[in-house]
């Protein structure tokens, strides 16, 4: 048994591919990929001629308009196990980062291990990291709490408003199946009412899309909770939420701390 699997991320911009998911793909026997961003996908096509490599498969075929996600994800974990098996090298590539809201990445190497096949991932920049950078958000200085938003209404799941909320995938919420020219947004008013549980109507969110060219810009647009339909929400918009307010230091503690003062951001 000689196959082996690496999932590797390409981050959200072609710039962000790592030396090392380069070295990936040059060198894989086989690589599969669902990457929605043009460029990238160029330029992983590139990588593998320059390598004398055969072509790359596109995984996304197994997308079709009102399939469900989860039939799709689990046909992308099959065809790269299928390779695997072959006793191949295989280069599962995804997206921004392969582990971070990413189904068939993580099961493809759960049943590679399971079968006796090395598998690893190796991360890649997502769009939380670039909503950190764009948005000028630091986790460490209120906390950060992220769920995806039909979970988030599925499982009623409590927000703590004293962080800052990441809800990745409002442009599909409530939506299980693919709808490749975009999802209709019948129940963002759901997610709304949902929201206002916890926050006031005027609390301002950001509806946050990454830049996937360089020398774009990123798409910042910030509104009132109760007018979010207002925005033009899409299927790659995440929604970072404020914190309302940051709970005061405990005294007693910090005096059992060997320091003077704490913002959270120390490190
Ligand atoms: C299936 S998840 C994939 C996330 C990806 N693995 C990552 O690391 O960013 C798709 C969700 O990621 C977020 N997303 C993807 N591309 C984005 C972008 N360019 N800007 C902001 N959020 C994005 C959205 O919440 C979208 O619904």
């Known amino acids: ?16 591919l790592s030396q090392e998911a380069i070295s990936a793909v040059r060198t894989a026997d086989a690589v599969a990929y669902c ?25 996304h075929r197994f997308y079709a308009d009102g399939k469900p996600r989860t039939q799709t994800y689990h046909q992308m974990v099959a065809r790269i196990l299928e390779l695997v098996r072959l006793d191949l090298q295989v280069a ?25 096949y090395p598998a690893e991932m190796l991360p ?22 992220m ?10 799941r409590h927000l703590d408003t004293a962080c800052g909320v990441v809800l990745w995938q409002i442009g599909c919420v409530g939506h ?16 709304v009412e949902a929201l206002l549980a916890f926050y ?19 798409i910042v647009e910030c509104v ?12 790659v918009s995440t929604l970072y939420i404020p914190p309302l307010l940051v709970p005061a230091i405990d005294s007693q503690v910090l005096k059992k701390f060997d320091i003077a003062t704490f913002r959270g951001t120390e490190g």
């Open 1 to 16: 048994m000689s196959g082996s699997l690496i999932v590797v991320g390409t981050g959200i911009r072609a710039g962000h």
């Open 35 to 59: 990457i929605a961003e043009p460029l990238t996908r160029l330029l992983v096509d590139e990588l593998r001629k320059e390598a004398a490599k055969p072509v790359a498969e596109d995984l």
């Open 92 to 116: 599962a590539v995804f997206y921004g980062h392969p582990g971070v809201f990413a189904y068939p990445s993580h099961e493809s190497i759960r049943q590679a291990r399971a079968e006796g």
């Open 124 to 145: 890649g920049i997502s769009a939380v990291d670039c909503l950190f950078a764009d948005l000028g958000v630091d986790p460490a200085t209120a906390g950060c709490q």
């Open 147 to 156: 769920l995806e938003a039909t979970d988030f209404l599925l499982r009623r």
């Open 176 to 191: 299980g199946d693919y709808q490749g020219s975009g999802y209709d947004l019948r129940y963002i008013p759901m997610l």
């Open 200 to 218: 006031p109507p005027e609390h301002e969110v950001v509806v946050y899309q990454a830049a996937h060219f360089a020398m774009c810009d990123p």
């Open 224 to 235: 009132a909770i109760a007018e979010m339909l207002k925005a033009s929400i899409t299927a």
